[in-house]
């Protein structure tokens, strides 16, 4: 047996040319990750949050999600995530910024280290993507989008590409200039798809069969009564969702139920409130993309998906795309000697 003691690095250019810049790869790759996921193949420690005193936003921290992966081919490897929250305006440089390492599971010798940023912010849309399928209404039309920045950008772009059904994206942003931004992202490549900017992230709300936060809020602000009859809300942003939500839907999801009870995010508090406990959780979605427990029910409930973001995500994601840069040879080689 001939032992690899050599990296293969891929560049955000180099996951591009292998399939990146669209959602297919990472839908399919998600939903191999979540079944896994819910038949327990799979070793993720809660991921530790780096912080120190002149970072005082929520969004600045440097992650570390490590994760054994099994299942065909298995690997283990980390993504570390960066963000600091004045990065787009004082440097002019996205807000946050990453690398994966996967690790070979026979030896444990690192194999590959990639870029992450992209990988991070589609798996993050792959999540939305997958879960719609199952908790969304059928035939939905309606989208709305709060925060219009770059993880709106992959949001929108990943259910656009999956969904044909949709015919009117809503809009909000603190930055009518992210909003218009983000339209002339899509709008020439969809022509028949309607995009809306509200002026106020009530309105946009409000027209949603899916919504979708991806802010930075640090406190909720959507409260139950904003929503229509049948939405399905991916709380991708974690904060924006007032506590009364979760205990006034007709679901509550998480992708992990570990993760979620954690950091003092909203279900965390309502946890320690007793106000909610692992007993009302409908599911993990894991769960319902392996057929375990049932996702949607009727058009009428309103279902809340709460993703904390898992490791298994990112390495299951970089584990797609790793095998697909030694089908084709692509990257560049580094020796570890």
């Known amino acids: 047996m001939t032992v690899q003691t050599e990296l293969r690095y891929l560049s955000q250019t180099d996951l591009k040319q292998l399939g990146a810049d669209h959602s297919d790869a990472f839908i399919q790759a998600i939903e191999e990750g979540l079944r896994l996921h819910a038949k327990q193949q799979f070793v993720q420690p809660l991921k530790p949050y780096l912080r120190w005193s002149d970072a005082p936003h929520i969004a600045d921290r440097i992650i570390a999600m490590p994760c054994y992966l099994g299942g065909e081919n298995p ?20 807000r946050a910024s990453a690398v994966i390492i996967l690790n070979d599971a026979q030896t444990n010798y690192p194999v590959a280290i990639m870029e992450a940023s992209l990988i991070s912010a589609m798996r993050t849309a ?8 199952y908790l969304a209404k059928k035939d939905f039309s309606d989208v709305s989008i ?22 009117t994206i809503h809009l909000y942003d603190l930055s009518a200039v992210a909003a218009d931004r983000l339209i002339s992202q899509f709008a020439g490549d969809y022509p028949t798809v309607e995009f809306v900017i509200h002026p106020s992230a009530q309105a946009a709300v409000e027209q949603a069969d899916v919504l979708v936060t991806c802010t930075v809020s640090d406190a909720p ?3 139950y009564a904003w929503l229509k009859k049948g939405c399905f809300v991916s709380n991708i942003s974690i904060m924006d969702i007032e506590k009364e939500v979760f205990v006034k839907a ?6 992990d139920w570990d993760q979620s009870n954690r950091e003092k995010k909203v279900i ?11 007993d009302a959780l409908h599911a993990e979605l894991g769960e319902i993309v392996l057929g375990e427990v049932v996702g949607r029910e009727n058009d ?20 797609w795309f790793y095998q697909a840069a030694l089908e084709k040879d692509a ?6 000697f």
């Open 126 to 133: 792959a999540i939305t993507g997958v879960a719609t399928k």
């Open 250 to 255: 007709d679901k509550v999801i998480v992708d």
């Open 331 to 336: 990257g560049t080689k580094l020796p570890l």
């Open 75 to 94: 690997i283990a490897g980390i993504k570390w995530i960066g963000s600091r929250q004045h990065n787009p305006s004082k440097f002019d440089i996205p």
């Open 221 to 223: 602000y959507i409260p």
């Open 146 to 167: 709060i925060g219009c920045g770059p993880i709106a950008q992959m949001q929108v772009q990943t259910l656009l590409e999956q969904y044909q059904s949709i015919k």
């Open 300 to 319: 009428d409930e309103i279902i809340l998906l709460n993703p904390m973001g898992m490791a298994i995500d990112d390495i299951v994601c970089a584990r």
């Open 268 to 278: 965390n508090q309502l946890v320690e409130e007793g106000k909610f406990s692992r």
